[in-house]
């Protein structure tokens, strides 16, 4: 009988780099940027790394296939390397194959990375790409913006919730993320914004204007994790533990089937109520200290924010215009800046979100920091509404 | 031929776009002053997404009004603008029709009579056929063909069974007389002075084919009620219905005003408007102008009355859209070198061997059916879709081209590459189940929402410019219906 993550994995060091339009510098370049920080922190040498994961995503762009090109940049001493790719949940994908070796027995101590270098395409957003094989046939010419704008349209319709009152809520969760973001010195965009700026920007994908996608950027963010035995034993205290790692990935029923009417996420409900049991949690809304979510979208963070049973169905406005989930509310939400001013590049973004929740459970968050964090929990969504990968990841204060 | 063979049904299709001529005229007759003269009216103008393909086919499907005919013998697409020089463009057709492999096909080309040639010879071989015409012409700037032509495409049905109308009579002359060309590899027609065309053109050589075809059938010239005949030199027409002895009135409006001439399509489309508009005992007379002269005479029977409602020429007429950006024309047609920006970059190189694989599903919507639990899907997977059946192979085709669908989510995205920005797409949810995300055709800026009525329409997916392949596939357009 499976009895989940909790609490047998901990992080042992982490890393970051500064995201942003970095064109002075390599994908590899990022990837030590990273790794330097996350090596000095875990306290540890790199010949005592016996697994790695690697996350990238749009791998064409930059640094090309397999586990060779982090093996060959960090100089890892002939050990296994397995190159990973799952939409914008690659992050946290790498991060999950590095947890489950570790609380398998097999190694001690991995390593996971995730970088992405968005910024060598010659124009602004997500580098267009083909679909594969039959899916250029048929599916329709969608880009990122547009698929999840379709979330504003569904979830007004069956809420009969006005265009405008759905968008200046829209508006609030940007200019937050932003009032967040100015405060964090890796943050890509460090801008304040007002709600104005937000509502008379150019349209990107109707109803979603500039200021609701979040930054296209380049950066690279790692975890080394290890038993909580080994952590102590390398004189590590306050340790942060894994307490949830959940993944649903769509299979077909939103888009060809059911009763999915667009306006949500049904994997992010699946892997959230997982998520929530594998960590033991009966009332997320009370227990939940931190939430970083895949706001790739102004209207991604409203939508799941109901998906993660935090705000009730229909209700996610009244929670984000209340404040609920502002620096200073209740819960916050996107602490760091989130997607949309720390920075989304793709195969590092779930490896970022734990960083910032890294950082703050263990009192290290500076201006941002919350006062006594317990359980964090980030959030992936990668692909579109109708077909995706979303993952749920729960850390907090081991033993708590 | 018996009493029982000849056109079973028509059907019509006209790009939704209208440009208007004065907004011609206003950009290029700073050039060319004459075209002033001729900047009254609206002509047809294909979508960036259209070609005589993908217009034919929705002529067909207007003309089939929902039903694949299993008799169906023959399919001929007739066009001067036919997207490919070598691959069967009516196979294409057929196979978006769900015709099946046991067919005859045949395009039919070069002659602005192609249209009316393609008929007049289904109607001589005598079995059951479907004979569509299709028009996507290309004209210089600043010219006057520009103003004349017009897009579109006409379908009709022969065969056995209950005709709405029986051939009478037909004649054909050919003439090399060449009033206009387009040799091989020119984009555009390069034509003759007017007033020959007008004086040794079709005023000596249509009267001519007219009156061989009384005079070998002995059908009454006065009996005509209505004269389909393409042409858009002032007068000319109604000379030649007065010089062939035909009734006063007879001559039909050649939708110079509301569609312009759609060149081997037009005289089918004039003929596909008369049959709307006839009663039993009418007579119509074809004529058709271009290296010579089709003439066909038909006789409208009972039938008409119990004809399915369809569109035809009056409902593609309504359903329309009037343009007045000239520069969006141009851009359509490629006739100006616009920054399409790098998103346009992404190379459109189109496996053959997966099209083929998947022909029916990406050139036919044809999706699957469960015979276990009756679910339908798209695309079919080798596992039924229904989380409580997952049943193996268990899928019939289930074609969705002509099952309704509402709009379930939508956006107009600007940042994705769409020759005509914003791209508009969304999920859809097809009547009876089964749905997919879907980009959109022919949708009014703003006036989508959630639950609008869709009807799939057959429309280019990508045009892979290096390689001259045209990829097609179905997109959902509002239907107009509640």
Not at chain 1, 240 to 255: I, M, T
Not at chain 2, 137 to 151: C, I, N, P, T, W
Not at chain 2, 234 to 261: F, H, Q, T, W, Y
């Amino acid at each position: 009988m499976a009895t989940g993550i909790r609490d047998k994995v901990v992080i042992l060091g982490m890393g970051c780099s500064k995201f942003g339009e970095r064109w002075d510098r390599n994908a590899e370049d990022l990837m030590v940027e990273a790794f330097e920080e996350g090596l000095k922190d875990a306290g540890i040498g790199r010949n005592q790394i016996e697994a790695a994961w690697f996350g990238t995503a749009i791998e064409e762009q930059h640094v090309g296939k397999s586990g060779v090109p982090l093996a060959m940049t960090l100089r890892l001493p002939y050990i296994p390397v397995t190159r990973v790719e799952n939409y914008c949940a690659t992050g946290t994908e790498a991060f999950r194959g590095a947890v489950y070796a570790v609380a398998s027995g097999a190694v001690d101590i991995a390593l996971a990375l995730g970088v992405e270098k968005l910024k060598d395409t010659g124009y602004g957003g997500l580098p267009q790409r083909g679909r594969g094989g039959l899916n250029n046939f048929f599916w329709a010419n969608i880009s990122a913006p547009g698929s999840f704008a379709q979330l504003a349209a569904a979830y007004r319709a069956k809420h009969r919730v006005d265009a405008k009152d759905l968008k200046r809520a829209m508006a609030h969760i940007s200019v937050k993320s932003h009032d967040n973001g100015a405060l964090n010195p890796k943050a890509h965009l460090r801008n304040r914004i007002t709600e104005d700026d937000v509502m008379n920007a150019p349209m990107i994908a109707d109803p979603l204007g500039l200021y609701d996608c979040c930054g296209v950027s380049d950066g690279s963010a790692c975890a080394i994790v290890t038993t909580p035995d080994i952590a102590r034993g390398l004189g590590k205290k306050d340790l942060v533990a894994v307490k949830a790692l959940q993944l649903a990935v769509s299979n077909g029923q939103e888009v060809q089937y059911g009763d999915w009417d667009g306006s949500y996420f049904a994997t992010t409900r699946v892997a959230a109520k997982r998520a929530y049991r594998e960590a033991d949690i009966d009332d997320p809304r009370k227990r939940i200290s931190l939430f970083d979510v895949h706001d790739c979208f102004s209207v991604t963070e409203l939508v799941t924010m109901e998906d993660l049973g935090i705000s009730e169905e229909g209700k996610a406005i009244d929670d984000v215009l209340d404040g609920f989930y502002d620096a200073a509310g209740k819960i916050p939400c996107q602490i760091d800046g989130g997607l949309k001013c720390f920075g989304h590049p793709i195969g590092a973004s779930g490896l970022r979100m734990l960083y910032e929740m890294y950082l703050q459970l263990s009192g290290r968050a500076g201006e941002r920091q919350r006062a006594d964090p317990v359980l964090g929990m980030t959030h992936n969504l990668g692909g579109f509404p109708s077909q995706n990968v979303s993952s749920v990841t729960i850390v907090g204060s081991y033993g708590a | 031929m018996t009493n029982d063979f000849g056109i079973l049904s028509y059907g019509a299709y006209l790009p939704r776009r209208r440009l208007q001529r004065k907004s011609i005229a206003a950009a290029t007759s700073w050039f060319n002053p004459g075209l002033r003269g001729l900047a009254k009216g609206e002509r047809t103008m294909a979508n960036w997404d259209e070609d005589s393909v993908t217009m034919a086919v929705e002529a067909a499907r207007d003309c089939l009004a929902g039903v694949a005919p299993a008799a169906l013998g023959q399919l001929m697409l007739a066009s001067t603008t036919h997207p490919y020089d070598d691959r069967q463009n009516s196979a294409i057709v057929a196979n978006a029709l769900h015709l099946g492999s046991a067919l005859r096909v045949l395009d039919v080309t070069g002659s602005l009579r192609a249209g009316t040639s393609a008929l007049a010879t289904a109607l001589a071989v005598g079995n059951d056929a479907l004979v569509c015409a299709g028009e996507h012409r290309l004209a210089k700037a600043a010219s006057v063909q520009e103003m004349h032509y017009g897009d579109g495409a006409a379908a009709l049905r022969v065969g056995r069974g209950a005709p709405i109308a029986r051939l009478v009579a037909a004649h054909s002359e050919t003439v090399d007389f060449v009033h206009q060309y387009r040799g091989h590899d020119r984009p555009h027609d390069y034509a003759w002075e007017e007033r020959w065309i007008r004086d040794e053109g079709y005023m000596k050589i249509v009267p001519a084919a007219l009156a061989a075809l009384f005079k070998a059938s002995g059908a009454a010239p006065a009996a005509v009620t209505h004269f389909c005949m393409p042409c858009t030199l002032p007068r000319v027409a109604a000379g030649i219905a007065k010089r062939a002895g035909l009734a006063e009135g007879s001559l039909r409006d050649n939708l110079a005003a509301v569609c312009g001439d759609t060149g081997a399509a037009h005289p089918l489309l004039m003929l596909a408007h008369a049959l709307e508009e006839s009663k039993p005992g009418d007579r119509i007379l074809v004529a058709a102008f271009g290296q010579g002269c089709d003439a066909l005479l038909f006789e409208v029977t009972d039938a008409i009355s119990k004809l399915p409602p369809r569109g035809g020429v009056t409902g593609a007429l309504a359903r329309r859209r009037e343009e007045s950006n000239y520069q969006r024309f141009l851009a359509f047609n490629d006739h100006i070198a616009l920054e399409r920006g790098m998103r346009a970059e992404v190379d459109q190189g189109t496996p053959l061997s997966t099209l083929y694989r998947n022909r029916d599903m990406v050139t036919g919507l044809v999706g699957g059916r469960c015979r276990k639990c009756g679910t339908p899907q798209f695309p079919r997977g080798r596992y039924c879709v229904n989380p409580s059946c997952n049943a193996l192979d268990s899928q019939d085709d289930q074609p969705f081209s002509e099952i309704g669908a509402r709009v379930m989510s939508y956006t107009a995205d600007v940042l994705t590459y769409s020759p005509d920005p914003p791209a508009y797409y969304g999920m859809i949810q097809f009547d009876g189940g089964g749905r997919m995300m879907a980009d959109f055709a022919d949708v009014d800026d703003g006036k989508l929402e959630v639950g609008m009525p869709m009807r799939m329409m057959f429309r280019i997916k990508e045009h892979d410019a290096v390689r001259g392949f045209v990829r097609y596939f179905w997109k959902a357009a509002p239907s107009g219906k509640q």
